[in-house]
DNA sequence: TCTGGGGTCCTAGGACCC
DNA sequence: TCTGGGGTCCTAGGACCC
C-alpha cells in the first residue's frame, strides 16, 4: 500500500530579532521603525561580542550578513544602527506566533525560535494545503505585525528550502515537479547542512549548483564523505523521510559559556568563571528535572584555539558541588599554564531523568546535604529571580562574568 | 573595535573484553 | 614463529544549525 504523501509546512519569521524589537520600540513609543532603515541586532563590542545577529533589508541590501563583526558592518553601511537584543520579548513573540500555529495543527515542531515545521497531513479538511499556508502568512502579519515566509513541500527539507526563496512575507511551493527548476538552479552553498568546510570540497569537484550534486553517484559521495555524503545528495535529490517532532523534548545537554571581556591566564581566575557557569547550568539541570552523567569544560585561547576536555561522573548528579568538583579536575589536566583565556565553557551531557535513576543505594551524607543546600539556593532563585542569592567564592568572578538570562 | 552562545550529531582512536 | 576480529565504552575534536 502506498503511504500518504504528506503535507508540510515551513514557517520562518522575517528578520525575526530585527523585527521583534522593532516592535517592541514601536509599542513603546518611539516613531522610526527600524525595519525601514539600515538597521542590526548586535552583540556588545565592549563585551568582545560585536557581530550582527539579524540584519534589515536595508542593511542586507548594502552587503550586512548575519555573523559578521559589526566592525566589518559599518564599512560597508556607514550609517548604520545597531540595537541590543531581547531574548525575553523574542521568546514571547516566538510563542505569540506558536499559538496561531497550534490552530492549524497539533504537530508542530520548534526548530528554532523563529522557525517551526508543521505537519498538515490530517489536518487539511476540504482546503488544500497552499491555502492554509496564504492563511496563515496573511493572519501571522495582522494579528501579530511582523511577516513570516512559509514553504509549501511534502518533507521537511523542501518545506525548508521553499521558505528560504525569495524574502520577505511570501509563500513558496517546492513540490517533487518543481525541484529542477527551483532548485537544482542554486548554488550548492544554499542546500541546507552543507557548510563552510564541506563547500570548497565540492567546488574542487566541479560542483557548483545543487543540480550538479544531484547528478553524482550516491555510492561516490559515501565514499568521500561518509555519513553526512549520503545526507547531502539525498538533499540534493529533495527526499527527506524525517518526521516532524512535535513531542516536546528534554534536552540531551545543557551548557553555558562566555567570552571575557579580557583574556585571563591564572588557573583561579578560570576556577571562578567556572563556578559562576556552573551554577547557571546545575540550577536549569534541575529544572529539568533531570541528572547529567558527563562534564564538559571548554577553553578558548587569544587565538580563538578550542579545546575541550570531558569526563564521566562516578555516578549521575544534578549537584552544582559534584559537578565543579569533576569541572575544575577536568581544568587541572587540560590547563597549560601561562595561557591566555579567551572563553571558558561548561556543559554536561548524557542527561537522564530523575525518575530514571534508581535512587540510591549510593548517595552519600554529604551529597545529600548538598542536595538540600541547593534546593534551597533553587527555591530562592526561583522567587526572588535568578541573581538574588550568590556565594562567597564567585562574587569576583561577577565582575568578569556579567550574570545572563537563564 | 575583529571574530556569540546555545545546541545536535558524527568520527576516529584507544582501552578493554570475549 | 605468528599476531583475529567483533563489540562496547570513553574521550577529543569537528561540522553544522539558528
Not at 545577529?53 to 550586512?64: F, Y
Not at 579580557?262 to 581566575?269: A, L
Not at 583565556?341 to 551524607?365: A, H, Y
Amino acid at each position: 500500500m502506498e503511504k500518504k504523501q504528506r503535507q508540510i509546512l515551513h514557517v520562518d519569521v522575517n528578520n525575526a530579532f530585527l523585527s521583534w524589537t522593532a516592535l517592541d520600540r514601536l509599542n513603546q513609543g518611539e516613531k522610526i521603525d527600524i525595519r525601514e532603515i539600515e538597521a542590526v541586532i548586535g552583540g556588545d563590542e565592549s563585551k568582545r561580542s560585536g557581530i550582527v545577529l539579524a540584519k534589515s533589508m536595508k542593511a542586507k541590501r548594502k552587503g550586512v550578513y548575519t555573523g559578521e563583526t559589526l566592525y566589518q558592518a559599518r564599512l560597508k553601511c556607514p550609517n548604520l544602527q545597531v540595537f541590543k537584543g531581547d531574548y525575553k520579548s523574542y521568546r514571547k513573540h516566538s510563542n505569540d506566533l506558536y499559538k496561531i500555529l497550534l490552530q492549524y495543527t497539533e504537530k508542530i515542531e520548534r526548530f528554532s525560535i523563529d522557525e517551526c515545521f508543521l505537519d498538515m497531513t490530517d489536518y487539511l479538511g476540504n482546503d488544500t494545503l497552499i491555502n492554509k499556508a496564504y492563511e496563515i502568512n496573511r493572519r501571522v502579519k495582522k494579528e501579530l505585525g511582523f511577516t513570516v515566509n512559509v514553504g509549501v513541500a511534502h518533507n521537511k527539507l523542501l518545506a525548508k528550502m521553499a521558505s528560504d526563496f525569495t524574502k520577505p512575507d511570501r509563500v513558496h511551493t517546492l513540490l517533487e515537479e518543481e525541484i529542477p527548476s527551483k532548485m537544482w538552479t542554486l548554488p550548492v552553498s544554499e542546500l541546507f547542512m552543507l557548510g563552510k568546510k564541506t563547500l570548497p570540497k565540492l567546488y574542487n569537484m566541479r560542483i557548483k549548483t545543487i543540480g550538479d550534486l544531484a547528478k553524482q553517484e550516491r555510492i561516490d559521495m559515501i565514499k568521500k564523505f561518509g555519513k553526512h555524503g549520503l545526507l547531502m545528495w539525498e538533499y540534493s535529490n529533495g527526499i527527506d523521510n524525517s518526521e516532524v517532532n512535535y513531542l516536546e523534548e528534554k534536552p540531551k545537554g545543557i551548557g553555558n559559556s562566555v567570552t571575557l571581556p579580557r583574556d585571563i591566564c591564572s588557573k583561579e581566575e578560570i576556577e571562578k568563571v567556572l563556578l559562576t557557569l556552573t551554577e547557571q547550568v546545575a540550577y536549569r539541570l534541575r529544572r529539568y528535572n533531570m541528572y547529567a552523567n558527563v562534564v564538559n569544560v571548554q577553553l578558548r585561547t587569544k587565538d580563538f584555539k578550542d579545546f575541550s576536555h570531558q569526563k564521566k561522573l562516578i555516578s549521575p548528579t544534578s549537584n552544582t558541588k559534584n559537578i565543579y568538583d569533576l569541572a575544575k579536575e577536568l581544568l587541572n589536566e587540560m590547563y597549560k599554564k601561562g595561557t591566555f583565556i579567551r572563553l571558558v565553557g561548561l556543559r554536561v551531557d548524557n542527561l537522564i531523568e530523575k525518575d530514571e535513576m534508581q535512587l540510591s543505594l549510593f548517595t552519600n551524607e554529604e551529597d545529600k546535604k548538598q542536595e538540600k543546600l541547593d534546593k534551597v539556593v533553587d527555591e530562592l532563585k526561583n522567587k526572588y529571580g535568578y541573581s538574588s542569592i550568590t556565594r562567597a567564592g564567585k562574587l569576583n568572578s561577577e565582575e568578569i562574568v556579567r550574570l545572563k538570562d537563564v
